[in-house]
């Protein structure tokens, strides 16, 4: 019980500083519970890690929870993947309420300047770790390299990429002899039971909103958002593509610049990116009956969105250490692992250069693109930032409180720089 209750502290301080996206989530995750608390081993944290990039839906949000179980089992996942989500819903719908009233949230989102850059920072730290402890070998280099370059210069689907390593794993990795004993099959009547549960739990409100409330609007906004769990694999920036083309083409809820504004707020707000589902349904439920509606429609898009991820997990979870036994599927994780490591390579990057710098393009190489910044764009407050950030926190080590406390007060002050 008593880890139980210091897990309140730590996966609410891991929902409250959150920001940066799926990447930055993941390194926050893996300082506080792998390197600082020990509460998981590097080699259950990439595993699980490795799992949870082969479901649909926010892998961050769904590595928190499968922590969690694995931690304080079925309640300890429901608190970490309430707690990982729950802070950012909060502001990111006072954000959404702010927008519709006032047009715009203009000095919040500057406010988060300096957290943005010392969350850079400690993606780097991650990324380097991650790197040290999942790429032992120089194929495993060549795989994240390749896993790199798929993603940043030839665009290809995340799945793709994913499926390519898990089948190169796979066959490349002889049956051995097994060293250690292969951990038991969790029972199927448990498997079924918690199907049945978590599947009642998402589809439910749904359905009573549909029929019994009769709130067409709600009840297409809940649909959307659960067809959108099911089918959609690689993460946030996954979701984003498939989401944003519907949502302003199909449904017609937003304009693009609405679509674009709602991704900035989830961006500089804490909490998986994906929460910007929760601004599209608050939109959505706001022009079509007013403020009450807006907040409902919120609910409706984060129910959605979120509960089917603890469904997916609570079902595979038991089975991660099984899998991890079997020494061909062990290679498929570990080639899966070692291409996350690239896919992580290349968020950060994507995420440094718009960062850094305030306009970016994509220049055509020939089979692939490339993203290339105007260097005349570079944001000298940002890197000044980020510089102190290194420093601080390579140099000097400072605690995770105190870099994001510095960071935030120096985005405070240097905002109000104008940019030369």
Known sequence: MSSLIKSYAIWGKIGLLSFGGPTAQI????????VEKRWLSETQFLNALSFC???PGPEAMQLATYAGWR?????????????????????????GIVYVTFGTVGFIGAAFLGLKAAIVVIVLQA????????LKSKVQWIIAALGFLGIFVFALPFPFVIGLAAIYGFSSTANSQK?????????????I??????????????????????????AEIGYFFSKLAVVTFGGAYAVLAYMAQDVIGQFGWLSPAEMMDGLGLAE????????VTEFVGFLAGFKAAGISHGIAGAAVALWATFVPCFLWIFVGAPYIDWLTHQPRLQGALNSIMATVVGVIANLFVWFALHLFFTETKMVDIGLGQLLVPNFISLDFRVAAI????????????????????????????ITMIPVG
Not at 27 to 34: S, T
Not at 73 to 90: C, N, S, T
Not at 127 to 134: C, E
Not at 179 to 191: D, I, R
């Open 127 to 134: 990324l380097l770790r991650l790197a040290k402890k999942a």
């Open 386 to 413: 980020t510089l102190i950030c290194t420093w601080l926190a390579l140099w000097r080590h400072i605690g995770l409180f105190w870099l994001l406390s510095i960071a935030a007060f120096s985005g405070v002050l």
């Open 179 to 191: 060293t250690t004993p292969t951990p038991a099959l969790p029972k199927a009547s448990v498997t």
């Open 193 to 218: 039971k918690t199907i049945i549960i978590w599947t009642s739990l998402w589809w439910a409100p749904l359905i009573l909103i549909d029929f019994i409330a009769d709130a067409h609007i709600l």
């Open 27 to 34: 390194a926050l995750m893996h300082r506080l519970i792998v």
């Open 268 to 275: 500089t707000t804490p909490g998986p990116l994906i929460l």
């Open 53 to 55: 990039m082969l479901l």
């Open 71 to 95: 931690i304080n089992g079925y309640i300890g996942g429901l608190i970490a993947g309430l707690l990982f989500v729950l802070p950012g819903a909060v502001i990111m719908l006072a954000l």
